[in-house]
T-cell receptor
Framework: AQKITQTQPGMFVQEKEAVTLDCTYD???????LFWYKQPSSGEMIFLIY??????QNATEGRYSLNFQKARKSANLVISASQLGDSAMYFC???????????????FGPGTSLSVIP | EAGVAQSPRYKIIEKRQSVAFWCNPI?????LYWYQQILGQGPKLLIQ????????DSQLPKDRFSAERLKGVDSTLKIQPAKLEDSAVYLC????????????FGPGTRLTVT
């Protein structure tokens, strides 16, 4: 069964420092996509970054980068130069095809709460 | 491009009452999802539509929850009767059907059952 694990319930980081949020996943499918979403206290889910299972390069989007280690089944999010506005919940998610069907399924991890300290 | 719209944003009801939530996805997005997010947890998929057909409702409590997507566009999620444990944020999301595209989420409906 597919599963996402985020082992850090809460993290603190000093403003302007870099922080890594951990995500490990479990799937037997060769093709899948990995996503990170940010959820501020206001509640909306904001897409941050995507990594495909066949992508050779680690994904980057501005201050966000994804440290993808396929053999270890990990997809850690790195936020560089943290800002106060980065304080939020961060969710790792995986999207993969459901076997013998034409549709895909998305599962989310339990999330990591990040607090940026001035 | 307009985002995913949801209404209402907040709802307070008493247990055993019924409630309905509405979602309008991004134009052209064939896949629509309803999630339940309990405070402090990740979103849990309740039901997934592809166009107007249900492709996954394995975690939908069918004795009290129902959902429909008419004409493959708008969707309504209903709870009847509500229980205290249904207090949560109900998120609607949509995405393109082909490829591993990101989901776009609406602002959510915060339901409180008293």
């Amino acid at each position: 069964a597919q599963k996402i694990t985020q082992t850090q319930p809460g993290m603190f980081v000093q403003e302007k420092e870099a922080v890594t949020l951990d995500c490990t996943y479990d799937t037997s499918d060769p093709s899948y996509g990995l996503f990170w979403y940010k959820q501020p206290s206001s509640g909306e889910m904001i897409f941050l970054i995507y990594q495909g299972s066949y992508d050779q390069q680690n994904a980057t989007e501005g201050r966000y980068s994804l440290n993808f280690q396929k053999a270890r089944k990990s997809a850690n999010l790195v936020i560089s130069a943290s800002q106060l506005g980065d304080s939020a919940m961060y969710f790792c998610a995986m999207r993969g095809l459901v076997m013998k069907t034409s549709y895909d399924k998305v599962i989310f991890g339990p999330g990591t709460s990040l607090s940026v300290i001035p | 491009e307009a985002g995913v719209a949801q209404s209402p944003r907040y709802k307070i009801i008493e247990k055993r009452q019924s409630v309905a939530f509405w979602c309008n996805p991004i134009s052209g997005h064939a896949t629509l999802y309803w999630y339940q997010q309990i405070l402090g947890q990740g979103p849990k998929l309740l039901i997934q539509f592809q166009n107007n057909g249900v492709v996954d409702d394995s975690q939908l409590p069918k004795d009290r929850f129902s959902a429909e997507r008419l004409k493959g566009v708008d969707s309504t999620l209903k709870i009847q009767p509500a229980k205290l444990e249904d207090s949560a944020v109900y998120l609607c999301a949509s995405s393109l059907v082909q490829g591993f595209h990101e989901q776009y989420f609406g602002p959510g409906t915060r339901l409180t059952v008293t």
